[in-house]
């Protein structure tokens, strides 16, 4: 049996790699701070949905009122005026299945040829992508609206559905990520192999391409499910407004003299919108835990 030592230098690495990770006091009160800054409005507006009406003028905002309103609130949102929220949560899912989807089916088949194929005029692209990530989406509502109004197609879901596609910064993280998470020598062996260009995308890159699929899934789901002025200037049948512009219709009603007086529905509305984001993002982070390990470990 081979006994062997270990040197002063190797024996002074192996400890400090057993070492707790060092502290920082200022940067656990930051942290602390923004977490308190990121739940408060959480809370409050979880709390105030269990609130009725009178005890939401009456009662202090970051405490429960006299009685516990919630249930009878959400059957409340889901009923008033005809069930509306009903269709504009209906119509926010379309946006988001067709827009968002669309948006990361696109990105991940354009970053691939970007990242994995020379052609001319590449540079000439990747200068137009980071050009279009730095332009906000807002700077183009008006002159989309403005073309889109000579097609005809405002007020339509088309015209809030065409724009949601485009993700230049969907693309350029499809890009970079591509890059670095598929091995060009994989890629040929597939090809040795006699594989087609087509099957060495669904079968070779697309699982590698998981952590970064769901990364751009997340950022259109989000930007989709919350973009308000697009649909705001696109549509004025109330019937296909997304959740954020017909809550929105309703907070203007309820401050409309002589309107009714729904407060507790806008904010049991509000809660009931970001609950399927909040569900998307429990169930989807598996996958960049699984991306990360898997990345992590080397032969």
Same mark, same amino acid.
């Given at each position: 049996?081979?006994?062997?030592?270990?040197?002063?230098?190797?024996?002074?690495?192996?400890?400090?790699?057993?070492?707790?990770?060092?502290?920082?006091?200022?940067?656990?009160?930051?942290?602390?701070?923004?977490?308190?800054?990121?739940?408060?409005?959480?809370?409050?507006?979880?709390?105030?949905?269990?609130?009725?009406?009178?005890?939401?003028?009456?009662?202090?905002?970051?405490?429960?009122?006299?009685?516990?309103?919630?249930?009878?609130?959400?059957?409340?949102?889901?009923?008033?005026?005809?069930?509306?929220?009903?269709?504009?949560?209906?119509?926010?899912?379309?946006?988001?299945?067709?827009?968002?989807?669309?948006?990361?089916?696109?990105?991940?088949?354009?970053?691939?040829?970007? *990242? $994995?194929? &020379?052609?001319?005029?590449?540079?000439?692209? /990747?200068?137009? !992508?980071?050009?279009?990530?730095?332009? #906000? =989406?807002?700077?183009?509502?008006?002159?989309?609206?403005?073309?889109?109004?000579?097609?005809?197609?405002?007020?339509?879901?088309?015209?809030?559905?065409?724009?949601?596609?485009?993700?230049?910064?969907?693309?350029?993280?499809?890009?970079?990520?591509?890059?670095?998470?598929?091995?060009?020598?994989?890629?040929?062996? *597939? $090809?040795? &192999?006699?594989?087609?260009?087509?099957?060495? /995308?669904?079968? !070779?890159?697309?699982?590698?391409?998981? #952590? =970064?699929?769901?990364?751009?899934?997340?950022?259109?789901?989000?930007?989709?499910?919350?973009?308000?002025?697009?649909?705001?200037?696109?549509?004025?049948?109330?019937?296909?407004?997304?959740?954020?512009?017909?809550?929105?219709?309703?907070?203007?009603?309820?401050?409309?003299?002589?309107?009714?007086?729904?407060?507790?529905?806008?904010?049991?509305?509000?809660?009931?919108?970001?609950?399927?984001?909040?569900?998307?993002?429990?169930?989807?982070?598996?996958?960049?835990?699984?991306?990360?390990?898997?990345?992590?470990?080397?032969?």
């Amino acid at each position: 049996m081979a006994v062997t030592t270990l040197r002063p230098q190797q024996r002074r690495h192996t400890s400090h790699s057993f070492a707790k990770p060092r502290r920082s006091v200022l940067l656990t009160v930051l942290t602390g701070i923004i977490l308190v800054y990121s739940l408060v409005p959480l809370a409050w507006l979880l709390i105030n949905s269990t609130k009725s009406q009178e005890d939401l003028l009456s009662s202090f905002g970051l405490w429960f009122g006299d009685g516990f309103s919630f249930f009878s609130n959400i059957k409340d949102t889901f009923t008033y005026d005809d069930g509306i929220f009903v269709r504009w949560f209906a119509n926010t899912l379309l946006y988001v299945v067709v827009g968002a989807g669309g948006a990361t089916v696109l990105a991940v088949m354009g970053g691939y040829a970007l *990242a $994995k194929f &020379d052609f001319p005029g590449k540079k000439g692209i /990747f200068a137009v !992508v980071l050009g279009a990530v730095a332009v #906000p =989406g807002t700077a183009l509502a008006v002159p989309t609206f403005l073309m889109f109004s000579k097609m005809g197609i405002t007020d339509t879901p088309w015209a809030v559905i065409i724009p949601s596609l485009i993700s230049p910064f969907g693309l350029y993280l499809m890009w970079t990520f591509a890059t670095d998470a598929i091995p060009n020598e994989l890629m040929e062996a *597939a $090809k040795m &192999d006699g594989a087609s260009e087509f099957r060495t /995308f669904v079968q !070779v890159s697309l699982p590698l391409l998981a #952590p =970064g699929i769901v990364t751009v899934l997340l950022f259109s789901m989000v930007a989709t499910w919350n973009n308000y002025f697009l649909p705001l200037i696109m549509l004025k049948d109330p019937d296909w407004y997304p959740l954020t512009v017909g809550l929105n219709s309703w907070s203007q009603q309820a401050l409309t003299a002589g309107g009714d007086v729904i407060f507790n529905l806008v904010i049991t509305g509000s809660l009931l919108t970001i609950v399927p984001l909040i569900a998307a993002f429990l169930l989807l982070q598996r996958y960049w835990q699984s991306g990360l390990s898997a990345g992590s470990v080397k032969e």
